[in-house]
């Protein structure tokens, strides 16, 4: 990255946004952060947590549907973000007879989402560099997450296809976590069972996603990539 600037983050308020954003304002120096999310409190709450003397700090509640993603492009004036990370995304099954309403939903938050938001706020960028997030698995998805890796796999594709169109001012890459981050809320033994499945023998945590978020940041050679960080899990035998 050549310059701090003004970084936009869609999904800042997850576990990994969050990571992200904390990231972002202490350790890359940015004058200026767009915290984008459904939930005006977190916003809120994270926000104070960030905002300082050098670092102004906006907050925009965004409802999660395609028309309020539609004026996102007309609510942040051309010229103002020079990063847009977007960590936002849904991991929940959609078993054979899933309901359409659920299928979109899911579907909004891995795909659409993202998209709508990239066309709204990248031709009002100059400079800079987009992120996304996909899944290591994407490839070799589960059964029963139909949904969620198509999803992931189609957004995983749109780095190939955005990357000549935004070139040469704009990089475009993706980073691809494994299981990472178990939630306060996964079962007690759910750690040590998926660990079994990394052939590095942990689970990583925001530490190796924030070095390969430098990475991408830092490495104006790079677009069009999608950096695997799982621990080798994606390409284990089955
Ligand atoms: N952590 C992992 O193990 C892992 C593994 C593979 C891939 N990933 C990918 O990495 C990214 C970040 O993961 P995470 O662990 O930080 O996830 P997380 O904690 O669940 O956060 C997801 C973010 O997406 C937002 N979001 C979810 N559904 C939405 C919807 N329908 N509309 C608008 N926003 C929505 C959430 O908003 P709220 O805060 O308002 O809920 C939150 O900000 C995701 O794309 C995820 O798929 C994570």
Not at 169 to 198: C, E, H, Q, T, Y
Not at 200 to 224: C, F, I, R, V
Request: proline share 8%; aromatic share 4%; with cysteine.
């Amino acid at each position: 990255m050549s310059s701090p600037g003004c970084a936009l983050l869609l999904g800042a308020t997850g576990v990994l946004g969050t990571a992200i954003t904390r990231y972002l304002s202490t350790k890359k120096g940015m004058e200026r952060m767009i915290l984008v999310g459904r939930d005006q409190k977190k916003l809120r709450d994270l926000a104070a947590t960030v905002s300082g003397e050098a670092l102004t700090v906006e907050t925009v509640h965004l409802p999660s549907t395609l028309e309020a993603y539609s004026t996102l492009g007309a609510r942040i004036p051309a010229g103002t973000v020079d990063l847009l990370v977007i960590p936002m995304g849904f991991h929940q099954p959609s078993p054979l007879g899933t309901a359409p309403k659920r299928l979109e939903t899911i579907l909004f938050a891995n795909l659409m989402g993202p998209l709508v938001a990239i066309h709204q706020i990248a031709p009002g960028m100059s400079r800079g560099s987009v992120v996304l997030f996909g899944d290591a698995m994407a490839n070799r998805p589960m059964a029963g997450f139909s949904a969620y890796y198509a999803a992931k796999a189609a957004l995983q594709s749109l780095v190939s296809s955005l990357s000549s169109e935004l070139a040469p001012n704009i990089r475009i890459n993706a980073l691809l976590p494994g299981i990472m981050n178990i939630k306060p809320v996964a079962p007690p033994d759910a750690s040590k069972r998926w660990s079994g499945k990394v052939p590095l023998g942990y689970l990583g945590g925001n530490e190796p996603l924030l070095l390969s978020l430098d990475l991408l940041l830092e490495n104006n050679y790079l677009t069009g990539s999608l950096l695997t960080v799982d621990g080798g899990a994606s390409t284990a035998p089955v």
